[in-house]
C-alpha cells in the first residue's frame, strides 16, 4: 500500500485546512487510518485515528473540537479537516493506516503503512 498526502500550506492563525490522503495498492476499506504530525525538533505525536470496528474517532486532547478525520473509500482518500489552527500546529503531517485491531490507536508502532508527509506551517 502505498500513501500519498497533500494539501499542507502556509495559513494564518484561525484558517482551516483539508489534509488529503490518497492510497493505493490494496482495498482501502480493509484498513484504518490515522494522522501524525512531528514538529521541528519534536518527536512524531499522534494527531488523530479512527477506531476498527465502531466507528468511533479519537484525537489528541491539544487538536480536539478542531479537527476531523474522515474517509472516502469510494475514493480511497482519508483527509484531516483542521480548522482554528494555531501556530502549535505547525508540523509536518503524517497519514498512516493499519491492517488489524489493536488496543492503542495512538501509538505509532500499530500503524503498517506510512505517507510521506506534508507540511503545515501556521504564522501568528
Known amino acids: 500500500v502505498q500513501l500519498q498526502a497533500s494539501g499542507g500550506g502556509l495559513v494564518q492563525a484561525g484558517d482551516s485546512l483539508r489534509l488529503s490522503c490518497v492510497a493505493s495498492?490494496?482495498?482501502?476499506?480493509?484498513?484504518?487510518v490515522g494522522w501524525f504530525r512531528q514538529a521541528p525538533g519534536k518527536e512524531r505525536e499522534f494527531v488523530a485515528a479512527?477506531?476498527?470496528?465502531?466507528?468511533?474517532?479519537y484525537y489528541t486532547d491539544s487538536v480536539k473540537g478542531r479537527f476531523t478525520i474522515s474517509r472516502d473509500n469510494a475514493k480511497n482518500t482519508m483527509y484531516l479537516q483542521m480548522n482554528s489552527l494555531k501556530p502549535e500546529d505547525t508540523a509536518v503531517y503524517y497519514c498512516?493506516?493499519?491492517?488489524?485491531?489493536?488496543?492503542?490507536?495512538?501509538?505509532?508502532?500499530?500503524?503498517?503503512?506510512w505517507g510521506q508527509g506534508t507540511l503545515v506551517t501556521v504564522s501568528s
Open positions: 498512516t493506516a493499519r491492517t488489524r485491531s489493536t488496543v492503542s490507536v495512538s501509538e505509532a508502532s500499530v500503524y503498517d503503512y
Open positions: 495498492g490494496r482495498t482501502f476499506s480493509n484498513y484504518r
Open positions: 479512527e477506531s476498527w470496528s465502531s466507528g468511533r474517532t
